[in-house]
T-cell receptor
Framework: RKEVEQDPGPFNVPEGATVAFNCTYS??????FFWYRQDCRKEPKLLMS???SGNEDGRFTAQLNRASQYISLLIRDSKLSDSATYLC???????????FGSGTRLQVQP | EAGVAQSPRYKIIEKRQSVAFWCNPI?????LYWYQQILGQGPKLLIQ????????DSQLPKDRFSAERLKGVDSTLKIQPAKLEDSAVYLC????????????FGPGTRLLVL
């Protein structure tokens, strides 16, 4: 079983739509969680950290459910520029290296 | 602030040949990581350095891969001999040593083994 699992998609949505991605992790020792964004043929870049209380950054909302070992990312009012692969990431703080899911591809269409 | 630098950006070799990649982390970053990203997958950690010491190399195929970080700054990753399944993007990342710090990735080296 993969340590971090995501639906690979692709998610094809129209501009302005709301889209949600889910992710599960298997290592209960994981302590920190992130969403990274990766554009085609580019390196991953941090989108946002994920906290148990939930956090929001503009049109993006991330949630963590430790009991279910589940992470989500909600994107509201999708833009064409949101088209990318979204990588769910878990890490054991003591280890610091990131464990990535395989990514979920989003394509926002005009 | 300059980002993580990597070279070369692209490399094509034949199987059984050797190849080396170079990474220069962000100035002052003590932790350096090498990840392998195969097409359609997320990056997978190969090795993690803290200054010039290895913290985690549990997923490094040591029969063919080696890495070093002399003087705790630049790092090189070598594959010898390369196999077809080594075709991937090799990403270098660096971070300061404070807990919870963000990792910054370089542009990667795209390797194709024929």
């Amino acid at each position: 079983r993969k340590e971090v699992e995501q639906d690979p998609g692709p998610f094809n949505v129209p501009e302005g739509a709301t889209v949600a991605f889910n992710c599960t992790y298997s290592n209960s020792a994981s302590q920190s969680f992130f969403w990274y964004r990766q554009d085609c043929r580019k390196e991953p870049k941090l989108l946002m950290s994920v906290y148990s209380s939930g956090n929001e950054d503009g049109r993006f909302t991330a949630q963590l459910n430790r009991a279910s070992q589940y992470i989500s990312l909600l994107i509201r009012d999708s833009k064409l520029s949101d088209s990318a692969t979204y990588l769910c990431v878990a890490t054991n703080t003591g280890r610091r290296a990131l464990t990535f899911g395989s990514g979920t591809r989003l394509q926002v269409q005009p | 602030e300059a980002g993580v630098a990597q070279s070369p950006r692209y490399k094509i070799i034949e199987k059984r040949q050797s190849v080396a990649f170079w990474c220069n982390p962000i100035s002052g970053h003590a932790t350096l990581y090498w990840y392998q990203q195969i097409l359609g997958q997320g990056p997978k950690l190969l090795i993690q350095f803290q200054n010039n010491g290895v913290v985690d190399d549990s997923q490094l195929p040591k029969d063919r891969f080696s890495a070093e970080r002399l003087k705790g700054v630049d790092s090189t990753l070598k594959i010898q001999p390369a196999k077809l399944e080594d075709s991937a993007v090799y990403l270098c990342a660096s971070s300061p040593s404070r807990p919870g710090e963000t990792q910054y990735f370089g542009p990667g080296t795209r390797l194709l083994v024929l």
